[in-house]
């Protein structure tokens, strides 16, 4: 199986720039459909976007479509969200997320595997 880190959260002004990284181990994640998902306080862990085990196919969340950008190095096993024009909405303890399944899923059900999240705040 798959272990996760994430990094890379913090503060942030509405306007700026993030990367966040998300490590893996154990496994390769060419062997998964790889996932980013957040949770605001009170708010149940939303899609943000996914990258397929090929590298081919990403999917983005509405929200995030145009500022946001999934990448992944094999060769360093890391997947990272590039997260531009940052808004106050933004807020939220970002996740990463592996799914063996290829689903290809926007529902956080289908992730096996999840990191221990990453805080980022977007402030005014």
């Known amino acids: 199986q798959v272990q996760l880190e994430e990094s890379g959260g913090g503060l942030v002004q509405a306007g700026g720039s993030l990367r966040l990284s998300c490590a893996a181990s154990?496994?390769?994640?060419?062997?998964?459909?790889m996932g980013w998902f957040r949770q605001a306080p009170g708010n149940e862990r939303e899609f943000v976007t996914l990258?397929?085990?090929?590298?081919?196919?990403?999917k983005y969340a509405d929200s995030v479509k145009g500022r946001f950008t999934i990448s992944r190095d094999t060769a360093k096993n890391t997947v990272y969200l590039q997260m531009n024009r940052l808004q106050v909405e933004d807020t939220a303890v970002y996740y990463c997320?592996?799914?063996?399944?290829?689903?290809?899923?926007?529902?956080?059900?289908?992730?096996?595997?999840w990191g221990q999240g990453t805080q980022v705040t977007v402030s005014s």
């Open positions: 154990g496994r390769g994640i060419s062997d998964y459909d």
């Open positions: 997320a592996a799914d063996a399944h290829n689903s290809r899923a926007r529902a956080s059900s289908a992730y096996e595997y």
């Open positions: 990258i397929s085990r090929s590298g081919i196919t990403t």
